[in-house]
């Protein structure tokens, strides 16, 4: 259970148990707690007493008198009490402790109950009128009032302490339970987070339940992993740095001692290969550093609008000549419309097709031609480099995005696997998407995708 229910159980706990106690009470009150009924004798138990001066008809009259109907005889109430006399003073039922039930009372003794000062009472006197006599009914009663001070606001006391003590170990219960929660959490995830800082990435943490603690532990366990995956990808990215640049670096430093040792066959030759393996060199650096520098961030920048129209044309007059130079030709189709304005970070994207021209340069014969096309169908533009070079294997094509993959033959990768790592980093940074498609010894197309819905 997560630690905000729990929460809210306790504070509702607390916060709902008196309020039951008050319904309940209420409840007691109005529907469970009844006034005693005060209920006259039957005319056949009082017919002694009555000598047959009052008949059945009189005797239900003086019942309905005294609000009740005759159900139990000698039942008596504890908030209200009666006296039935007639004009004789012969007392015919009494509930009242000081007169009984057959005995003749007295005028004053009726009266001075009558006029009693006894504020716990309120008197009520009825007269009913017989054939041959009279009937009185006194009734004695406790005022509303009284009854109520006497009474607790709540139902019996007993009833309020159980729910107070049932309220106590309710709230106790749930901050126990809350805090060994929040205490032994809190306690395994300090001591995996020491762990995990000191470089024990393979610490598998493992929180049962579903509160938000248990949360923060899979995330944790997310970041450990990625920390680990990450770990990884350092350790590799360092070695490939330090296999690729190893390679033009010992080439560099034989044939550089080779010249100086005089045993070079053809000096011209040798410092053609430092020249070549120079600018290969270089060209890895390069990549490396922007490689980094975008997974730093360096680059980040918000994004403008570009006139993407222009910004093509510019970068196929940009690219001609180096093009021309390794003696390919770079041809353009721009369907673009004018002042077609796209959201994005001009260098990152120059950067990016940079790469995929030189990817094409890099692994096509002389005289091969490279292909740039932009087009706009509905809320889609679609940028295309093609060459007609040897092709990619099928099977490199899922991973020539990857970073330090380099293809099993045709165009093996000459540098450190990073252009097209930086080309996928920069598309996807901008939200849009790239693929690829190759046929063998036909032709490789990259297309970069660009919705602007």
């Known amino acids: 259970m997560k630690i905000k229910t729990q929460a809210g159980f306790l504070v509702a706990g607390i916060v709902l148990t008196p309020l039951l106690i008050i319904l309940v009470n209420f409840v007691y009150r109005q529907f469970i707690t009844v006034e005693d009924v005060i209920e006259l004798p039957s005319y056949e138990n009082i017919s002694a007493l009555l000598d047959e001066s009052i008949s059945f008809q009189d005797w239900e009259a003086v019942t309905r008198i005294a609000g009740r109907s005759p159900r139990n005889a000698g039942h008596s109430s504890r908030n209200e009490e009666i006296i039935v006399f007639r ?10 402790p000081e007169f009984n039930q057959g005995v003749y009372s007295s005028q004053d003794g009726v009266l001075s109950l009558i006029s009693s000062k006894d504020k716990r009472y309120e008197y009520s006197l009825v007269r009913r009128n017989m054939d041959e006599s009279q009937v009185y009914v006194v009734n004695r009663i406790m005022p509303r009032e009284a009854r109520v001070r006497m009474m607790p606001f709540f139902i019996p006391a007993i009833v309020v302490f159980i729910f107070i003590i049932l309220l106590v170990l309710f709230a106790v ?39 938000e603690i248990t949360s923060l532990t899979c995330s944790l366990n997310k970041m450990r992993q990625a920390l680990k995956e990450e770990e990884l990808r350092r350790s590799r990215f360092i070695m490939g740095i330090t296999h690729d640049l190893k390679t033009p670096l010992a080439l560099i430093k034989g044939y550089a001692e080779a010249i100086e040792d005089n045993i070079a066959e053809d000096s011209r030759k040798a410092a053609q290969i430092i020249a070549t393996k120079s600018d290969q060199l270089e060209g ?7 490689f980094v520098r975008m997974e730093t961030g360096e680059w980040r920048k918000q994004l403008t609008k570009i006139d993407l129209t222009a910004f093509l044309k510019n970068l196929v007059n940009t690219m001609s000549a180096d093009v021309e130079l390794f003696q390919h030709e770079l041809i353009h189709d721009i369907s673009l419309p004018e002042d077609l304005l796209i959201p994005m970070d001009d260098r990152l994207v120059y950067r990016a097709m940079e790469n995929l021209i030189n990817n094409s340069i890099r692994h096509t014969p002389s005289g091969s031609v490279i292909r740039l096309t932009a087009a706009k169908t509905n809320n889609i533009i679609k940028l295309s480099v093609s060459d007609n070079g040897p092709g990619i294997e099928k099977e490199d094509i899922p991973h020539v995005f990857e970073m330090f993959y380099r293809g099993t033959s045709s165009r093996r990768e000459q540098g450190m696997g990073l252009g097209l790592a930086v080309v996928k980093w920069v598309i996807d940074y901008h939200g849009w998407s790239i693929s690829a498609q190759s046929e063998k010894d036909k032709e490789t197309i990259f297309t970069i995708t660009i919705d602007t819905k």
């Open 284 to 290: 890895m650096i390069n990549d490396l550093i922007n």
């Open 173 to 211: 219960g749930m901050s126990i339970i809350i805090a060994r929660t929040i205490t032994h959490s809190v306690q395994v995830l300090d001591d995996a987070t020491k762990r995990i800082a000191e470089g024990e990435l393979d610490l598998q943490l493992d929180i049962k339940g579903s509160n």
């Open 87 to 96: 004009d004789d003073y012969l007392v015919l039922y009494s509930t009242i």
